[in-house]
């Protein structure tokens, strides 16, 4: 079974290969010559084949020892490198975002973390989900819009963005400089209902629109508002991020504004997560 070998059981057979020998392998590994021949008998019993050749009067390996050595030194490594207090300090930070990023503070953002962290690396992620990416471990921190109620995650506020209507070009609501909820109802509403924010409850009772359509991602989103086959509700950040050909944004004037917070899994945390923190927000607060 895989899980009967450990990373020792390579560890043993690189320092024989480099030995040549068990016992100056047992040396240098600081066990006895029998361990070390019953961990690297254990390593063959799993692989189902002879890795050393004992014939000789030198120790030399099979070819199948040989072949095994490239992928052992690899995963010593790469394990190695995973338990590294200094090299995990150092590996790329994962921001995810689910459309938008961090609206008109992206770019600061990204070269002060340069500037200031040039050894961890920030990588900006858009992923298509409610939260970014975050609770499926695919990103260390997420900057993330709206309510955020999944379990596990801690928040903190960065800055609240006042929404916009996002409307056709050429539809009459575009000669329109600033639109209400009301104005919006009596059109298909597109949803996006994968990462979105906005849903029906955005109305109040009694004014919520009659028709929706729902969509999977913010592309989806604006090529049918886009096509005309409804209006759209999103942050402002989403017009200077997110610019489409045939798609006009205005100021909507009566609904609520959309809180923008950093995230990140409570007792799960990148090590520089708290560095990142810092500096949105004294990019946020203007130092």
């Known amino acids: 079974m895989t899980s009967s070998i450990e990373v020792r059981h390579l560890r043993c057979f690189l320092a024989i290969a480099r030995e040549g020998g068990v016992t100056r392998a047992a ?11 019953r961990t690297l008998a254990a390593l063959e019993r799993h692989l189902g084949t002879r890795l050393v050749d004992r014939s000789t009067h030198h120790l030399a390996l099979t070819a199948e020892g040989r072949a095994l050595l490239g992928p052992a030194r690899a995963a010593v490594a790469a394990f190695d490198a995973a338990v590294d207090p200094a090299a995990l300090a150092h590996r790329p930070l994962r921001l995810g975002h689910a459309w938008s990023a961090f609206g008109p503070y992206t770019t600061p953002l990204l070269r002060r973390w340069q500037r200031e962290h040039p050894g961890t690396p920030l990588e900006l992620l858009r992923v298509d989900d409610r939260t970014a990416g975050l609770l499926r471990g695919e990103v260390d921190a997420a900057l993330l819009r709206g309510p955020v109620d999944a ?7 960065l800055l609240v963005e006042r929404r916009v209507a996002a409307v056709a070009a050429d539809g009459p609501l575009a000669r ?9 109802a009596a059109e298909p509403v597109v949803l996006n209902t994968v990462s979105g924010t906005t849903t029906v409850e955005l109305w109040p009772e009694g004014g919520r629109p009659s028709a929706t359509l729902t969509v999977g991602n913010t592309d989806d989103w604006l090529a049918a508002i886009a096509a005309g086959r409804g209006v759209g509700v999103s942050a402002a950040s989403t017009a200077g991020m997110h610019p489409y050909p045939g798609v006009e944004f205005r100021p909507l004037t ?5 809180r923008v917070t950093l995230a990140w899994r409570d007792g799960d945390t990148h090590p520089a997560v708290g560095a990142l923190l810092e500096v949105a927000r004294g990019i946020v607060r203007g130092r």
């Open 27 to 37: 040396e240098h590994l600081g066990i006895t010559q029998p361990a070390a021949s």
């Open 151 to 157: 379990p596990g995650l801690v928040t903190e506020e």
């Open 176 to 184: 329109r400089a600033t639109l209400t909820l009301a104005d919006l």
């Open 254 to 258: 009566d609904a609520p504004p959309l």
